[in-house]
């Protein structure tokens, strides 16, 4: 970390900017410019909090150097995770995995029909929502505990391993005890109690990433669950909230890069959601694995009209084997394999 | 709702978007134009969800005329919100309430210490972190519940009203219980779970605005905690995330005329968290209440750099009381008697 | 476009409206709502300015229809438009074109060394600034007339067609003379004397997306120019400005989607400018092709670090090579002709 | 400027790092730290140029410590510029200045008639736009030399300095001859040419901050006019482009403060653009003044249904008397003094 002080800082006030770092339990060091001096930090390790020193007098502004985050980072841990679920690798270059069901788990006829399909289709995970967080009270909120009754009927009659949603401690244990992989929605990405709660699990958790969280709050919250103890976290970039209003969310498909640059964690895409209709999926889809993305998640409804929710951006089943097929051609090509 | 079809939609899809609408339980009123055709969909009480209607064949787009939330809106209830806690009053044009006090919490003797700090300085009620949501894992969280029997304390020793946030439905439980309004922080103002048990308690909630919620979704979250029936709803402006860097937040200061337009609820400001620096603190609280905001929150530290949380823009207790008195001033001239 | 009424509109103020809506030579159709009501326009050929409305007594809000966009429109010109010079065709699903060189011109020796390698690596077109828009009047701001000398020398030595940025009706009128294509910046998009000006040339314009411009308004630069006498425009996404830090600008490959569901027009990709950093230009290259984009424009400098501008986003000649090599795979593929 | 080395950098490219430093004319100063080593650049005089180091092996990142512009800082000239016309002064807690006019001249009638109302309300300066940068090539595009001819008719008229739009560098020449202030709107913020353009005139500069321009590009833009000789700059926040859509555009008032502490140049706020909406623009404008705004720039019509443009968002003149009046209020209270 770097302390600048202001062009007028009296040498009293960089010594005790100097005794404050010390104090601290760090070394500070004295760089003389030809208008100002800053005070570089060394000896932390992790995150050095900025604020004391933001606060001091005659300090201009602090740079960050060192990252926060310490166990999703490459330095730490440099070998990439890969999460295995029975003969499902997601990570590292293996073959994307595709995860693909409705938004909600409206009955198990419902359910089961699509689940059917997406397995024909080449899904060898299905996601449906149990427990949905709506934007309004008034919206279908979920079948709850019976929705997770259907979700592992699925699993035993199909053979497609489970991604559902927990949106709170109390839901998380039932969550935890039907499904494969956790979901930790968008909105819940800085409930700390909750990514501290799915740390405590054994189960893989897939991650989203805010709304308007940068990717640097993304790892801090992988952060949360890994330091719980669970190592299995899959990222997912599902559209930040921009002025752009052509889609729902704007897609940032160099989340996928950043991530892979600076941590060892998967990074999955949901184009669904960011889209927030059904003609954007498949570009979009294509685009994400030619980024470099470990797999896809996105909503087939056998009858996307009479939905429940999220009808507009979900695929008909036959749109779902098309995308499959085009992924499988992008993967055939090794065009992923392409990254470093 | 009005859903527009595209130029080159058949008859038949318009009258199959008329018959899903009969189905649905509205009227659909055909509006034919020289290019194409809008459906307008009348008899709604209350939000329709706009999702099945665009994913109909033929459909172009759908625009919303009807907003979706209803108890915390104007037009069902359309006398302001007052909420009384012993002689405070928040709302309505009465005198601007001013909650103040440290980001965290840290021991008995710094709360009390800066308790009588703003007692003295003007404050009615008092703020102070128990339960800590930190972007780091390893920053501090937070007393808890010990936090909690300081904050008791406080109460009984000046007199002050605690105003304190609780973070998941655990904590809410023991923050219910010490304290006398609940705070949501930005983070949560989507956590439907911690919004439907706030709903539940019997004391006020402060609900700050997500940092990149509309004032919709603003809205709609205290409608979730209104429909659980405690319609005892503080909202509270914070700042929301932009591009621009000159500031943590940009703050939205337009958001208290969008709320006062379109509700009965009380709004408040928080120009700590949205500065993030100590001197732009008075200025925007200024801006705050000649805007017509029902309050401020603000942040202060009998010493800020020792702080361990937000030092940076904790106010000095001396800059405190200057921000009372121009904030009284301003209340004197009557100003905020000016908005209709 | 709809005019919304408030709940306590009265008759009169509605008449008034109607009233107001023939003036202006439309019909006005009220909707009779069960708490308000609705009056549609009808009659109108483009857009209707929606202030005077709005302006209104008892007007709640007017929400717009028709897009205000007309020659841009595929609903006007359902045709594809095909820029044709020489062998190269843009649009369509043609071939996607790959537009290369460094950001600015330096040199004759530099600018044909590159040039020589970029033809090499396959590139059809040579991309260089001769006058640059720089954010800091003291950084490098472009050989101007000596810049497009070079260019030439360029043309005359390698056969590769020109790409240069006008930023003013002065420097187009020399650009225009020397190039074969004009660039129009994001910082230009909507400065609408250089538009009409370059409305008025007979060479095809590349109109770069603004930092934050939505879709409509690329489309409505566009009309600027079209509306002079000059169809051939093509768009080019370069990012756009969000709060997300990881990269210089966001890229938004859904504006390729977006852009080719509503006009006829081709639309290229600058992954470059977006990124910020030259590791992140591949696989957004990948990325845009697989969504659909019509071509790419990258810099490419023979030593990105003695690179007057741009030299951290500027790809090495040999890793130009190898990203025309990954789009010609995607191309084999046939995966862009999947989009329809 | 502090250059960051990877983890894994060689001692090899640090001494290249540091050997480049040198030959760019600095000193490099290496800091080891326990994990990497940063090289500190010290000796320059304003701005260094960040891409050529970011390019370089074993390069991390780049953190700038000194700021890039020279001119509009407080560092460079730490007195506060007041532009002086007649009797009016604008910048350094000076009375605030009001201009105050339609968004068009769109007659001689109408003109002269807002005129006389905005002087009799207690405006000094008259706004009009001769020159209108539209959206849309089908909107009105202002009456050009003729509407020049009828602001001069006000000026001799009424006595009301005069502050028109330039657009580009043609009608600049003609508005420099006709008007007291020249304004350069939002989308041209960084239009350089015309930027410089402006800077080789006599008359102050309204600088409006662009759509989605940093506090450090709008100073950056006041740079390159003042670079070419002409100091009096008036900056001007109109608000930003953010996901907030209650308002056409979100006004941050913190650019306020944030001009302050960085540069000796006066700021004014244009809350009616930021708005959108007229009912919002007295609560901002008392806002914007609280908040230590040295001058507001706002859209008054005498019939704002009937207005050519921006008709939604002007005040009746009977509300601009209202707000002169309440920020006259707010000036006596001595409030904006407060700001140091």
Chains 1, 2, 3, 4 share one sequence.
Do not use: W
Request: hydrophobic share 40%; net charge neutral.
């Amino acid at each position: 970390m770097l302390v600048i002080m202001k062009n007028d800082a009296t040498q009293e006030q960089i010594d005790n900017v100097i005794r404050e770092i010390t104090d601290a339990g760090y070394r500070g060091i004295p760089i003389p410019g030809d208008h100002r001096t800053a005070v570089c930090i060394v000896g932390n390790q992790g995150m050095v909090e900025e604020s004391p020193f933001l606060a001091l007098e005659g300090v201009k502004e602090v740079l960050r150097v060192t990252k926060p985050y310490k166990l999703v980072s490459h330095e730490t841990c440099p070998k990439p995770t890969v999460i295995r679920l029975g003969e499902v690798e997601i990570g590292n270059g293996c073959k994307p995995v595709i995860i693909a069901g409705p938004c909600s788990v409206e009955s198990e006829e419902q359910t089961l029909r699509i689940a059917r399909q997406v397995k024909e289709g080449g899904a060898k995970l299905f996601r449906g929502g149990a427990f949905k967080p709506r934007t309004s009270p008034y919206s279908f909120q979920g079948l709850g505990k019976a929705g997770l009754k259907i979700l592992e009927k699925v699993r035993s009659e199909t053979g497609l391993l489970i991604v559902t949603e927990a949106t709170d401690s109390e839901n998380l244990k039932l969550v935890e005890a039907s499904t494969d992989i956790i979901q930790i929605g968008a909105r819940n990405m800085q409930n700390y109690s909750l990514l501290r709660r799915a740390g405590q699990t054994k189960k893989p958790v897939i991650l989203k990433r805010g709304l308007s969280a940068t990717i640097e709050e993304l790892l801090m919250a992988a952060e949360y669950i890994i330091a719980e103890g669970n190592t299995q976290v899959i990222l997912c970039e599902r559209g930040i909230r921009t002025f752009s209003d052509n889609t729902r969310f704007t897609l940032d498909l160099s989340a996928i890069l950043s991530v892979k640059a600076l941590s060892h964690l998967p990074i999955i895409v949901d184009p669904s959601h960011a889209a927030g209709r059904r003609d954007y999926v498949i570009p979009l889809s294509r685009a994400a694995i030619a980024t470099g993305a470990d797999g896809l998640i996105v909503e087939v409804h056998s009858d996307p009209p009479s939905a429940l929710s999220d009808g507009a951006q979900s695929l008909y089943p036959e749109q779902f084997c098309q995308l499959v097929k085009e992924v499988e051609y992008l993967n055939m090509l090794g065009v992923e394999k392409c990254l470093k």
